[in-house]
């Protein structure tokens, strides 16, 4: 399972972020941002969030979360 969360986060984050990962949802939604960023490199993060639904703060915050880093 990926890792979701920094290690100073409290009890309540880290449990968000298993239930995310374990959901799929995720997993989900950095394939889509991946897949926005791969078929039309350049776009700001704002731009991915309108394509793909997937809000910044989710799925798309990081490049290192899409492997792409």
């Known amino acids: 399972m ?4 920094r290690s100073n986060d409290p009890p309540t ?3 968000a972020g298993r239930d995310i990962e374990s959901t799929g949802l995720a997993r989900m939604q950095r394939s889509r941002c991946l897949r926005a ?5 350049g776009l700001t993060a704002r731009e991915i969030e309108d394509r793909t639904e ?3 703060t989710s799925g798309c915050r ?5 492997g792409l880093s």
Do not use: C, D, Q, W
């Not at 960023?37 to 490199?41: A, F």
């Not at 990081?62 to 899409?66: E, H, I, K, P, V």
């Open 2 to 5: 990926t890792l979701n969360h």
């Open 62 to 66: 990081s490049f290192a979360g899409l």
């Open 37 to 41: 960023v791969i078929e039309t490199p």
């Open 54 to 56: 997937v809000k910044r």
């Open 13 to 15: 984050s880290v449990m």
